[in-house]
């Protein structure tokens, strides 16, 4: 695989329509075929933009991708029975393979249970609302990751098609003064004597059956089968005076969390772990072993990293140096000073990677450094280095 990252990130405010689209432009007449992952500015939330030369293939993150992918099969695919428990159980599905969505649909059309048209109509669906809820953040981190990670098994999106629409959506919301309430939060009584005393009896009754706080304003709008925006819209007397409120709500099912080892399920293939405080950091090389098929564990705790670490006995470690609590020079030593790692690589994620930074890093029995703006390719070749694969 030929790939490599654009090394700067770029710090998005306000991503409006005319910065969506000279972004995508750019893209497409450099036809670059890679990943495009936005980043809120605490990395809290995460969304990932495949592309295939220049056009958007799929999209997927953000705080709810199991709660949106139920949503839209259930929308645009009422034929398919599909329980997302099930099967993850039965190791049908990879939760925490990104692509594990592109998969299935690819996979049903197959088998003939849905058109290469619902195919397209679902992906269609998931991208708009992926770029939609990019569009509500104030601000974004925007990182390129170049390389032909895979084909289009389906139509390809026209981003700038994706681009207009989407605007179209957002100056909607806008005008409705409702630009500030995210259709991924869960509407819920704050004021419920006050609610009883403005609405009929059977309103209030219906009322509080659907505002539990546990259904998102899009689920909700599809129950009742009315658009996110129109039931936005309803309910904005009732969130001015604060009879209602916004809250967040879980995921159906929460992604690889720390500890928990991600990606592939083969457990023939090598397991990299990535010991560093930054999500960020874990999830950007996640997504490149992913594709590699490496099975991939994060640690985000570095107090936590020997514990985690002898449990699951990784064949290969990433090492932030700067951590809080303990260094990354204190942790390897100590590390080294194990049975279980005296053989095992690890190596450095460091910004700075001087001649001093090297000699210290060799005195506590580092394999290798490798710098925190990462390039795909050189983080596969030194795994494949360092593993003799």
């Known amino acids: 695989m030929t790939a490599k990252s654009v090394p700067e990130d770029l710090t998005v405010k306000e991503f409006s329509a005319s910065k969506q689209a000279k972004l995508f432009d750019s893209l497409q007449q450099s036809r670059l075929s890679g990943q495009l992952v936005f980043t809120s500015p605490h990395q809290q939330d995460q969304w990932c933009f495949y592309l295939y030369l220049g056009q958007i293939v799929y999209a997927t993150g953000g705080v709810h991708p199991f709660r949106r992918w139920q949503r839209n099969v259930r929308v645009h695919l009422p034929q398919i029975s599909f329980d997302l428990n099930k099967e993850i159980s039965a190791g049908t599905v990879d939760k925490n393979n990104s692509l594990w969505e592109y998969q299935q649909i690819f996979d049903w059309v197959k088998q003939e249970k849905i058109t290469e048209k619902q195919a397209s109509k679902i992906v269609n669906s998931v991208v708009e609302e992926v770029l939609f809820d990019i569009t509500q953040r104030i601000e974004v981190i925007c990182k390129i990751y170049q390389g032909q990670w895979f084909e289009p098994q389906f139509e390809s999106i026209d981003p700038q098609k994706l681009v207009q629409k989407n605007q179209r959506l957002w100056q ?66 009732y969130f001015q005076s604060g009879v209602l409120g916004l809250t967040e709500v879980p995921d159906l099912i929460e992604l690889s969390s720390e500890g928990k080892i991600a990606t592939s399920q083969n457990k023939s293939q090598p397991l990299v772990a990535c010991v560093d405080d930054s999500e960020m950091v874990c999830f950007t090389i996640e997504q490149i072993l992913s594709i590699s098929g490496y099975r991939f564990l994060a640690i985000n705790d570095p107090l936590r990293a020997i514990s985690t670490l002898l449990e699951h006995k990784p064949d290969f470690i990433f090492l932030d140096i700067v951590m809080p609590h303990i260094s990354g020079y204190e942790l390897c030593s100590k590390l080294r000073q194990h049975p279980s790692f005296a053989q095992t690589p690890i190596v450095f994620l460091t910004s700075n990677n001087g001649m001093v930074d090297r000699l210290r890093a060799k005195m506590v029995g580092s394999s290798d450094f490798i710098n925190k703006t990462i390039d795909p390719d050189k983080l596969l070749n030194l795994i494949s280095k360092h593993l003799n694969i």
């Open 172 to 237: 909607t919301w806008q005008k409705a003064k409702i630009a500030d309430r995210f259709p991924c939060m869960a509407p819920t009584i704050l004021q419920d004597k006050q609610l009883k005393q403005n609405t009929s009896e059977h309103t209030y009754q219906n009322l509080c059956k659907l505002l539990n706080g546990s259904k998102t304003i899009r689920e909700l709008a599809i129950e009742l089968k009315t658009s996110a925006l129109q039931l936005t819209r309803s309910f904005l007397p």
